[in-house]
Structure formats: C-alpha cells, structure tokens
C-alpha cells in the first residue's frame, strides 16, 4: 500500500512538474508585438522577423497616413507591444493620442525618419529598422540585413540601364510633390509638383497647364494614395502619358518590400516613356504626312496655275 501510495505521489509529482515546465515554455515562446504605423517601415520589420513575431501595420498601405482611422483593437496591441517603429511625417499626427490611451510604460518607440522611396533612402530603413531589431530583441540579422540591400541595389542597376536606354534625363514630368525624390533618383527631369488636388486653386491647374505644354512634358504621376485621376486631365491636355506610382509597400500585388515598390514604379516610368515616345513619333510621322499632303496640293495647285496661264498665252497667240 505504502509503494502505491509513493508511486501515486511520485506521479502527480511529475505531472506538476510537467506542467510548470510546460507553462514556462509557452511563457519564453510567446511571440513579442511589433507596432508599425505605416508598410514603409513595416514592409521591413515583417521581412526581417518572419514568424518569430507578431507584426501590425496601423495604415493599410493604400491610404495616406493622415487618413488613419483609430480603431480599440489598435489601443489594445499598442498596450501590449514590444516595440512601435514610427516614420515621424506629419502624417502621424494621432500618434500621441494612441500612445497616450495605450499607456504603456514598457514599450520601446524607435523612429526610422527621412526619405524611403529612393535606393538610398531604402538602403537606410533596411539599415535603421534591422539594426534597432537586433539591438532591442537581441538577433542577429547582419545576413539578412546584407541579402535586403542586395535586392535594392539590384533595382539601382535596372535604374541606371533603363535610364541610359531611354534618355530618361530628356524625358520632363510634372508629378505629385511627394514623388520628386524618386522619379529624379531614376534618371528624369521634374520641371513642376503639385500638392493634394484638394488643396490646389484654379490658378495651380492653369500653371500646371501652362509649364505642361511650355516645356513638353512626357509623364504626368499621380501619388495612388492621394488621387489617381489629376494628373490625366493635365496629360490629356498637353499629349503627355499619365501614370500612377504607389508611395507604399504592400499597396498593390508585387510591391511587398521596398525593393518590390522600386522597381514597381520605375518599371511604370520607362514603360510610359516608351508609350509616350513611340506616340510622339507617331505624331511626327502622321504631321509629316499631312505637311507632305499639303505641299503637294499646293504644288499640284500651283501646276495647275502655271497650265492655266500657258494656256491662255497660247490662245491668245493663235488669236493673233
């Protein structure tokens, strides 16, 4: 009875055991929350983190930051977070008052600034964002880190080819102000911006015009997270191609990481100024015809004059 009753013990003693070890295990394995306000920085969290961590993108990539709609499950994981990667652009304005609900004393805020929507830009976040990880979570990422700035530069070489190719420096755009940086980092020559559309007067358009057909514009970009349709009554107008550029990871299929959204849009702006190019020939040809097609009715009128004339010198010889 005793050894029943010392195996029992040893038993239950194991079975407790177990489950402390088994409480402490899913107490080590739970998974740190990452909190991205926008997919610029999150687009390279989520690359570098994979499964190891639960990451939560604040903007979906298709809206403009300032459009951020604050929802009680975002106060919750804000609450519970690890970690909040910020972009510091006006556009996260309401990020205070997140931070400030959520109360927590523990979570770890990092701001990755300035431009990410060039090469260089891109190559910082990749920089900025993987070396704060390593730093606060304590992982190595310098091969990862190494393998994301690979991919960019392998945009900059498509870059710089389809540039060369297509005399990208020749080729004038008016684009929305937040797309500057990049459509020059690829090789053309922006001769005018414009703001939101909401925010322009009838005045702004009239000068867009103006410069459009003045100094031949080619392309005409749109920023998809502010409007899509400004730019093609301007294009429209002037003979110029409208495009619209994504200034977002994520946004649209093929554009997960910064790499992806690179080459996105750079490959929108040379497959537009071929379209634009092979269009202006077209013209140049279709004008060439009709200034051909003009000379001749004029020659063939002028021949029929000079016939006219002899005509009557002739009949007026033999009259005489």
């Known amino acids: 009875m005793k050894n029943t009753k010392l195996l029992s013990f040893c038993m239950i003693l194991a079975m407790t055991s177990l489950l402390f070890v088994t409480v402490a295990q899913a107490q080590t394995e739970e998974k740190p929350i990452i909190v991205c306000t926008?997919?610029?920085?999150?687009?390279?969290?989520?690359?570098?983190v994979g499964e190891t961590a639960e990451v939560l993108v604040l903007v979906q990539p298709g809206l403009c930051p300032a459009?951020?709609?604050?929802?009680?499950?975002y106060v919750d994981a804000v609450s519970k977070a690890t970690i909040l990667f910020k972009?510091?652009?006006?556009?996260e304005f309401w990020l205070d008052g997140l931070l400030e609900s959520a109360g927590n004393q523990d979570l770890t805020v990092v701001a990755i600034p300035g431009v990410y929507n060039t090469p260089a830009g891109a190559k910082n976040y990749i920089r900025g964002v993987g070396g704060n990880l390593s730093q606060i979570l304590d992982i190595d990422l310098?091969?990862?880190?190494?393998?994301?700035?690979?991919?960019?530069?392998?945009?900059?070489?498509?870059?710089q080819t389809q540039a060369q190719n297509y005399g990208a420096s020749n080729v004038k755009v008016i684009c929305m102000a937040w797309l500057k940086t990049f459509i020059e980092s690829a090789g053309f020559t922006v001769v005018e911006t414009f703001n939101p559309p909401e925010t322009l007067s009838a005045g702004d358009i009239t000068a867009l015009l103006e410069t459009a057909q003045t100094e031949g514009v080619g392309l005409v970009v749109d920023n998809l997270?502010?409007?899509?349709?400004?730019?093609?009554?301007?294009a429209s107008q002037v003979g110029a191609e409208h495009l619209v550029l994504t200034n977002f990871p994520g946004a649209l299929p093929g554009t997960d990481t910064l790499a992806d959204m690179l080459k996105y849009n750079a490959e929108q702006l040379f497959n537009g100024t071929v379209t634009w190019q092979s269009t202006s020939?077209?013209?140049?040809?279709?004008?060439?015809?009709?200034?051909?097609?003009?000379?001749?009715?004029?020659t063939t009128a002028l021949a029929l004059v000079v016939v006219a004339a002899e005509a009557v010198l002739l009949y007026a010889r033999r009259k005489k």
């Open 87 to 91: 972009q510091n652009i006006q556009g």
């Open 38 to 48: 926008t997919s610029a920085v999150g687009s390279v969290v989520e690359a570098f």
């Open 67 to 73: 459009d951020f709609d604050m929802k009680p499950g």
């Open 281 to 298: 020939e077209l013209k140049t040809e279709n004008q060439d015809l009709a200034n051909q097609v003009t000379l001749f009715q004029i």
């Open 225 to 234: 997270q502010i409007d899509v349709e400004f730019g093609e009554g301007i």
């Open 142 to 159: 310098d091969s990862e880190i190494s393998q994301m700035l690979a991919e960019v530069d392998d945009v900059t070489n498509y870059m």
